[in-house]
């Protein structure tokens, strides 16, 4: 009926609002038996949770099981937690100055540093390296 309409060429335009109107309707029954489709219930068998006497021990075995997890979950947390702090705690012993390696103190409030930037006040600026390999021939 589709095809029909669709090939067919009208000549007037009571032809085209009757063709439209059937296509229309058609279009609506179409939709109509989807919505039929979609909405349709299955009925499924369902057994009683309670008329079984394995449903219960299973339960019970599968609750030991998890709590059995949960605390081997417990445990390996804990065990992470004390290695994640044994390391902060040696990253903080490994905190040196970068120049003279004392524990006392960083590089930025290293004496020897103060020295040098004082020493390179005191030469001038200091020159690009372009420059200073230029100079020295290397």
Do not use: Y
């Amino acid at each position: 009926m589709r095809l029909r309409i669709q090939q067919s060429h009208p000549k007037t335009l009571e032809e085209v609002t009757r063709l439209t109107v059937a296509l229309e309707a058609i279009q609506n029954a179409d939709k109509q038996r989807d919505h039929r489709m979609t909405t349709q219930v299955r009925n499924i068998d369902v057994e009683d949770v309670n008329s079984s006497p394995f449903c219960i021990v299973d339960l019970q075995a599968c609750i030991k099981e998890l709590s059995s997890e949960i605390r081997e979950m417990k445990v390996e947390l804990d065990s992470l937690k004390r290695k994640r702090v044994e390391r902060l705690l040696n990253r903080q012993d490994s905190k040196k100055c970068w120049i003279c390696g004392s524990k006392e103190h960083l590089k930025k409030n290293c004496s020897k540093l103060k020295i040098n930037r004082n020493w390179q006040g005191q030469q001038g600026r200091m020159q690009p390296r372009s420059t200073r390999i230029s100079n020295n021939g290397s």
